[in-house]
């Protein structure tokens, strides 16, 4: 299984960015597919998740209301719409795959397949 996350890049604080999310064949079918993300001297925090079958989704506090997660069947791709950015959502974000579905949703140690990482940097 190969993820490839991209569209970071850097913008000022109440911009936007979209993340894409794409994996090797269709391995997305019955899974669940996660973003986390990591800034400098932190630890990793779940950021938003969705369940390939369903649409079930779920977000981190800290970006309900101004991240939104979504799924392309046709394109096998998974997306996340990032607006009102702020200086504190700087960091390098992954996606993450696993079959394992209904635990751990926003947890890390239940996913077992991430890509490589795009950096996200937010200027004030």
């Known amino acids: 299984v190969q993820l490839q996350a991209s569209g970071g890049g850097s913008v000022q604080a109440g911009g936007s960015l979209r993340l894409s999310c794409t994996a090797s064949g269709r391995i997305f079918n019955n899974r669940k597919i996660g973003w986390f993300r990591q800034a400098p001297g932190k630890e990793r925090e779940f950021v938003a998740a969705i369940v390939w079958n369903g649409g079930h989704t779920r977000y981190g506090d800290s970006v309900k209301g101004r991240f939104t997660i979504s799924k392309d069947n046709l394109r096998n791709t998974v997306s996340l719409q990032m607006n009102s950015l702020k200086p504190e959502d700087t960091a390098v974000y992954y996606c993450?795959?696993?079959?394992?579905?209904?635990?751990?949703?926003?947890?890390?140690?239940?996913?077992?397949?991430w890509g490589q990482g795009t950096q996200v940097t937010v200027s004030s």
């Open positions: 993450a795959t696993s079959q394992v579905v209904l635990s751990g949703i926003t947890d890390g140690s239940y996913y077992n397949y």
